[in-house]
């Protein structure tokens, strides 16, 4: 098997994933337990058993396909001994594209088989096993917080607790996930190694510099703010202008104070904006009482993010007075920054070399798997380009040729990694010797 | 029987009814054709069964009970010869007050008892039936637009059509209708030659001014504004500020402009507010691509409201054009301002008189059942007082004492129209002449 006929049968495979819960406009829409979530995974494990690889559902829906690959693997039970996972998710935002997170769990099944056959040619010597995962609710639109699956198994989340969440509808992740199929009962692999992750960038940066992939160093530090804003219902009509205390008049002048503060701030540092809004009572002719804002706020430098978020909260209050309204923020889903390992951005940059491909270190804005994964195997993250910069939108969009780069890559670092060579790595997550060590690094 | 029993047997149903769909901060929560608008339909018909009235539902769900009185009533079929009709609805807003339609109805049901007391004592004599109506959907709040049962049994919508229109839920006036066991298939009572109806102020005139009874000559000129702000769908952290494309953000000045057109006019001349709104696809960590707003803008000068709104689609391309979005403006349900008879005003004041109670004339800023009525029969709308002016919330409040005037000026009004007083009168909806006529009031 050639790596030309890897690649034909990864992008048929891609392609044909991207039928499932596929838009008019050539977007997915698949959310975390949906049917459509259900049909990717069942893609996904029938991918896995054809090659004989032991499938392992656990506790809060994750989808684990193991190939034995290390030592004694061909007589372990399957789950026993050391692995490598790799991997990204299947589910996707409400009309979303159809490359955020599936390219990063079909790459990864295609160069987990591509790591098998070279072993089991003797091309290659492995020490792991290499586990390719679908974690569960990514996204995060459905059941909010996002990046859920990887969260509850690496111990950042409570499993109980995120069973637990519930949709707009009212459906708990339990119910939804039973209702799939696909609730089980473990806590996962044990004895993983390291983690190694590709997805689009969502950004310019490789496109705008023509370079076909990115080693992310680092992420940004986030976090959400949860407003609530109440007034008084009353009558649209019958109402006298004065009397009227309009919460949606406050939610308005707080979408607008989240976006504009984005320009008291060097341009770029920081991202901010209003997501997710509820409306009450929502009725043609009802002044609203009650309206339920998310916003998001992103930089690199924390203090940028803890500035903003505090001029915010002083400005809603006056917003609360001018008014007549209450208006409540809490802070929530606050991500420090996490640096990868210094020793995987360089294995992706010899790697890249190996290849012939153009490779520059960057930063993610955006939240992975892999940022959660990071803080207890050393972790590996890849970027390739997003045609414009899009995501999170049926216009997102990347060439076939750097889908079949990033999995060349990608197969690239696990052949690497199944062979020990980030062993032993520290995973600083964000301890404050690793942002030291960070600290000189030129890009940033 | 004298009046102080009716009034005591009066307000125990009132308050009996206010227990149907109850909030726990003394609202009522029951939207049209709901399980609770149902309930409340079933005890309106069980009234009317206990008391032999006859009872018709017709095609659009307006519920009426008729009062056998007039010439030959004893041996005509039910709902053959000439008849005053009266009433209110029992459907709420969300959240809504007890006090809003539903007090009209009960207090209809309980005039109508008396007069037909009357007539049986030979105390009044009647050349009209009575006929009771709970209008269905006055509200607008599930089903858009409001005023519905009224408007299609005077002919102002089709029927058809109307049955078409779905909640946001999808479930159609028909499914919703034939749901809860009131779709009939009448086109409702013919012959009907005069309209009275009662209901809550919702402004603060008559409390302000320590007067009983408002007599509404006119309502004010009303339109609604349906926007649609197209943006891009991207994602709150990755896309770069300069890239995001916020139908949430045009939104949202849509909102500010909208409230603050008011202040460029006269104050309390114009009211104008967004009530209903949507959001896609509204996910925590996704920049919204559609946003759609309802807007209400009200007058008694139809002048400012054509001004506010041209002003407002004038600012709205610029929001587009600074943002980058597309956004439409498509006016609808637009509303002329109507005049109530003259004859029906001064016969108000002179029952007013009659018992003693102080009355003002007065114009409805929002809209009734009986602005419809006005168009095909002379029409009486009468007022009494809200505490602080408040209404389509939990809050809303009248007191006993104010309820029952209302009811006995109801008593009085209808007594006199089933006896012929308004029987030839002109009934001018918005016809210049009858503007013209208007034009010297002195409270205009």
Redesign the interface.
């Known amino acids: 098997m050639t790596i030309t006929t890897t690649a034909d049968r990864f992008l048929t495979d891609f392609h044909e994933v991207a039928q499932i819960g596929r838009t008019d406009r050539g977007g997915v829409e698949r959310q975390a337990a949906t049917d459509a979530d259900r049909q990717t995974r069942d893609w996904f494990v029938a991918f896995a058993r054809e090659r004989g690889w032991a499938v392992e559902v656990d506790r809060i829906g994750n989808v684990f396909a193991r190939v034995a690959l290390g030592e004694g693997a061909g007589s372990a039970a399957a789950g026993a001994g050391s692995a490598i996972l790799s991997g990204s998710h299947l589910d996707s935002?409400?009309?979303?594209g159809r490359f955020d997170g599936a390219y990063g769990v079909i790459a990864s099944l295609h160069a987990a088989a591509e790591v098998e056959r070279r072993v089991r040619a003797g091309e290659l010597s492995a020490i792991h096993d290499l586990v390719v995962v679908d974690w569960f609710n990514e996204?995060?639109?459905r059941f909010?917080?996002?990046i859920m699956g990887s969260s509850v198994y690496t111990g950042l989340m409570d499993c109980e607790e995120i069973l637990g969440v519930r949709d707009l509808a009212g459906t708990s992740v339990r119910e939804a996930l039973d209702g799939i199929g696909y609730r089980g009962d473990t806590a996962g692999p044990a004895g993983i190694v390291g983690y190694a992750e590709v997805h689009i960038?969502?950004?310019?940066i490789l496109e705008r510099e023509g370079i076909e992939l990115g080693a992310v160093d680092s992420s940004?530090y986030?976090q959400?703010l949860d407003i609530e804003v109440f007034g008084?219902?009353?009558?649209?009509?019958?109402?006298?202008?004065?009397?009227?205390r309009?919460a949606?008049?406050g939610?308005?002048?707080i979408?607008?104070l989240v976006?504009d503060i984005?320009r008291e701030f060097t341009?770029?540092t920081l991202?901010?904006?209003?997501?997710?809004?509820?409306?009450?009572?929502?009725?043609?002719?009802?002044?609203?009482?009650h309206v339920h804002l998310?916003a998001?706020l992103?930089a690199n430098d924390p203090a940028i993010v803890q500035r903003a978020r505090d001029l915010l909260v002083e400005r809603f209050q006056r917003v609360a007075e001018e008014e007549l309204l209450e208006i409540r923020a809490t802070d929530f889903d606050v991500r420090p920054n996490r640096y990868y390992p210094e020793a995987g951005v360089a294995l992706q940059e010899r790697v890249a070399a190996d290849l012939g491909l153009g490779i520059r270190r960057m930063q993610?804005?955006?939240?992975h798997d892999s940022v959660a994964m990071n803080t207890v195997a050393p972790s590996v993250m890849m970027f390739v380009p997003s045609v414009?910069?899009?995501?999170?939108?049926?216009?997102e969009f990347t060439r076939d040729e750097d889908l079949v780069n990033g999995l060349r890559a990608l197969t690239g670092v696990l052949a690497e990694m199944v062979g020990g060579a980030l062993d032993g790595v520290a995973y600083p997550g964000a301890a404050p010797d690793a942002r030291a060590a960070d600290a000189g690094r030129s890009d940033r």
């Open positions: 935002q409400p009309r979303g996204e995060g639109s909010a917080p996002s960038e969502q950004g310019r940004w986030t959400k008084e219902q009353s009558h649209t009509g019958a109402t006298a202008m004065a009397d009227r309009d949606l008049v939610a308005a002048q979408i607008m976006r984005c341009d770029e991202v901010s904006s209003v997501g997710q809004m509820t409306v009450e009572p929502n009725s043609p002719i009802v002044v609203n009482s998310v998001d992103r993610t804005m955006a939240g414009d910069g899009v995501s999170h939108c049926e216009r």
